[in-house]
T-cell receptor
């Protein structure tokens, strides 16, 4: 039972345009959400997070949106750059058991020049 | 970058042999984690530790054991490796349970 789902295995975007990565979750107890970025042969690196008390968090070119009623979050990257090509994982945790992150399957983002 | 190293970085072993993976941190973080990454599953938590000698199970703990005798080291042991344990294993650390987890570079394990 996949509690966090990233339904798009891959996404291709032109350099300079907006990249939108999506994530859905089923567990209503999740209250903290994160995005990680992963390059080949490296560990995931933290990108941005959002708490359930917010609906938007922005950090430079990266913005995460949270729609609690739809149990949906998205990561917007604008403008997209070639170095953004990587696999992106969303993850979620609940207040009880906050150390137990649940990850989605990942979306491979390719930025084309 | 958080000071996390994993050893070995690559290992090939045979079914039935014991395997130990090591995670070492220099950040003095209380929490340490072991995950495995498989296609179609993302990362799944195997075990985690919340202090020296304090460990608990994660989502996919069957066939794995862990030990933490020092703050800086967290060991993952496969007592008798199986082909289904072929995977990439990541260690992570965090200061507190709700803090961001920082990941090591990973160990690619192949069980033949």
């Amino acid at each position: 039972d996949q509690q966090v789902k990233q339904n798009s295995p891959s996404l291709s975007v032109q350099e300079g345009r907006i990249s939108i990565l999506n994530c859905d979750y089923t567990n209503s107890m999740f209250d903290y959400f994160l995005w990680y970025k992963k390059y080949p042969a490296e560990g995931p690196t933290f990108l941005i997070s959002i708490s359930s008390i917010k609906d938007k968090n922005e950090d430079g070119r990266f913005t995460v949106f949270l729609n609690k009623s739809a149990k949906h979050l998205s990561l917007h990257i604008v403008p997209s750059q070639p170095g953004d090509s990587a696999v992106y994982f969303c993850a979620a945790s609940a207040i009880e058991g906050a150390q137990k992150l649940v990850f989605g399957q990942g979306t491979r983002l390719t930025i084309n020049p | 970058d958080a000071g996390i190293t994993q050893s070995p970085r690559h290992k090939v072993t045979e079914t039935g042999t014991p395997v130990t993976l090591r995670c070492h941190q220099t950040e003095n973080h209380r929490y340490m984690y072991w995950y495995r990454q498989d296609p179609g599953h993302g990362l799944r938590l195997i075990h985690y530790s919340y202090g020296v000698k304090d460990t608990d199970k994660g989502e996919v703990s069957d066939g794995y054991s862990v030990s933490r005798s020092k703050t800086e080291d967290f060991l993952l042991t496969l007592e008798s490796a199986t082909s289904s344990q072929t995977s990439v294993y990541f260690c992570a650390i965090s200061l507190n349970p709700a803090d961001t987890q920082y990941f090591g570079p990973g160990t690619r394990l192949t069980v033949l």
